[in-house]
């Protein structure tokens, strides 16, 4: 997974950063019975958080950052709101995984991601950027000549 995100962090842009984690953008821990709902939370079902949970391991949730930047995003809400009262202190108090992103990664993937989703982070967000990024995979490997379809 590394390896591809990777070369369509590369295919973006030139000069891409070295990153070595593929990270979750979005977890599921903590998020299981509830659904942030731009300032409201919405209950999820059993088969909700089911879907959930195999969404948040799917390649439009993943993208590169270095370990120790991985570490500090683990289950870490998106906005820096949401984060101001799970931290205790120290220098990323306050700071949620779009600001520790935006202030720590340099690669096109990641840039790209924070800008276009100021609010939130969501189920939906998940889906339309893992379409986007197997498009991308296809262009950047494509079949060889005279190989048949399968899809």
């Known amino acids: 997974m590394v390896v591809l995100l990777r070369r369509l962090d590369a295919a973006g842009v030139e000069g891409a950063g070295a990153a070595v984690e593929a990270a979750p953008l979005s977890s599921s821990v903590g ?3 509830e659904s942030r709902v731009v300032g409201r939370s919405a209950r999820r079902s059993s088969e909700q958080a089911a879907a959930r949970d195999r969404l948040v391991d799917t390649l439009g ?3 590169l950052v270095s370990q120790k930047l991985n ?3 683990s289950n870490r809400p998106w906005r820096d709101d949401e984060a101001q ?3 205790g202190g120290g220098q990323l108090a306050g700071k949620g995984k779009r600001s520790l992103l935006q202030q720590w990664s340099l690669l096109a993937l990641n840039n790209e991601l924070t800008s276009g989703h100021p609010e939130a982070w969501t189920d939906d ?3 339309r950027r893992g379409q986007q990024l197997a498009e991308l995979a296809c262009r950047c490997w494509p079949r060889p000549a005279g190989e048949p379809s399968r899809g």
């Open 31 to 33: 998020q299981k019975a």
């Open 61 to 63: 949730n993943l993208t």
């Open 71 to 73: 570490a500090s995003l």
């Open 85 to 87: 009262c799970r931290d």
């Open 125 to 127: 967000d998940i889906r």
